[in-house]
């Protein structure tokens, strides 16, 4: 009930091949950034927020707000995204302004580490203080600050950071995460929905999207043609020993939209314009009824909606009223 559409995940499941369905064992929901927004672009649609600029697109779902023109500097926002080419750079998939009653001090990122020493680290571009951090390791075991002299967070790994700011715009960790990156074992198909990266040093044939090596050298010539640095693209193949080798792969135009789809019981029903359905704001003024009509639209009602990210609000483009 937690899960949230847009919401970057990391599911490990068994899957059944015969119909492409799977039932999952691990799902890991993190956002990338959440902290008070300190600059605004209206014209590019991007906000920054601890260091990070976020890019809201047409397919980002926003949460509380209706566009960009409505947050303001100071304004604590959370967002979910993935990973742009360039360090320090998010894509928002879900965006949402927090109204806490008394916000606190701390903000939070999340991202690989670099150029770790014993008292610092970068994490997606923002340099961390680590000498006053709790570390919380893979197996659940926490060290506590001050660490051991000379304990360094491996590099090339994703961690949670939790901290404050400082006057610089750096972060005091008070609590690393570590142990967030994926484990895949050798064989297993993976899917990845993410953003191409430039690999250094580059490599014929192989792509980086996020700590992903990809091999696309199998895949048709015009399909890994498209599969460049900066555009989104959906990989699924085959885990090899340090790398995926990619079996089918697409990339996004930058205008594209993507569709999405919610199911469940509605509720707190304000008029055709907002309603909620798994916690999702829906508005169906524009939609196309499979069966039943607007009339049907009363708090207590299953339905399935299929729709646009709007302002604010899935846009829906298709309802389904269910038994």
């Given at each position: 009930t937690e899960l949230r559409l847009g919401m970057t995940v990391d599911a490990t499941a068994d899957l059944f091949t015969a119909t492409t369905e799977g039932k999952a064992k691990i799902i890991v929901a993190q956002s990338a950034?959440?902290?008070?927004?300190?600059?605004?672009?209206?014209?590019?649609?991007?906000?920054?927020?601890?260091?990070?600029?976020?890019?809201?697109?047409q397919n980002t779902i926003l949460e509380n707000f209706p566009s960009v023109t409505a947050l303001n500097p100071g304004d604590r926002i959370e967002v979910y995204g993935l990973q742009q080419a360039k360090a320090g750079r998010i894509q928002a998939t879900r965006a949402t302004l927090l109204k806490d009653a008394a916000a606190p001090d701390t903000v939070e990122v999340l991202g690989i580490a670099t150029?770790?020493?014993?008292?610092?680290?970068?994490?997606?571009?923002?340099?961390?203080?680590?000498?006053?951090?709790?570390?919380?390791?893979?197996?659940?075991?926490?060290?506590s600050a001050p660490l051991p002299p000379n304990t360094?967070?491996?590099?090339?790994?994703?961690?949670?950071?939790?901290?404050?700011?400082?006057?610089?715009?750096?972060?005091?960790?008070?609590?690393?995460?570590?142990?967030?990156?994926p484990t895949r074992d050798v064989g297993a198909i993976?899917?990845?929905?993410?953003?191409?990266?430039?690999?250094t040093p580059p490599v014929a044939g192989m792509v980086q999207i996020g700590e992903d090596k990809i091999d696309i050298s199998g895949l048709p010539a015009a399909t890994a043609a498209t599969i460049a640095p900066g555009f989104r693209v959906q990989i699924r193949g085959r885990k090899q020993d340090t790398f995926i080798r990619a079996t089918e792969g697409r990339a996004f135009a930058n205008t594209e939209r993507f569709v999405y789809r919610v199911e469940g019981v509605i509720t707190d029903f304000t008029s055709t314009a907002s309603f909620k359905v798994a916690g999702e704001t829906i508005s169906?003024?524009?939609?196309?009824?499979?069966?039943?009509?607007?009339?049907?639209l009363t708090v207590g009602k299953k339905i399935r909606v299929k729709g646009l990210a709007g302002a604010g609000v899935i846009d829906a483009t298709e309802v389904t009223l269910l038994p």
């Open positions: 950034v959440r902290g008070p927004i300190t600059a605004i672009d209206s014209a590019t649609q991007r906000i920054t927020a601890v260091g990070i600029v976020t890019q809201i697109d150029n770790t020493t014993s008292t610092t680290s970068v994490v997606n571009g923002v340099t961390i203080t680590t000498t006053s951090a709790q570390v919380v390791l893979p197996n659940g075991v926490s060290l360094v967070i491996a590099a090339n790994t994703r961690v949670r950071i939790v901290g404050t700011l400082n006057s610089a715009g750096d972060i005091a960790a008070t609590q690393i995460i570590a142990g967030l990156s993976v899917s990845i929905d993410g953003i191409v990266g430039i690999m169906a003024l524009t939609a196309t009824f499979i069966n039943g009509a607007t009339a049907d």
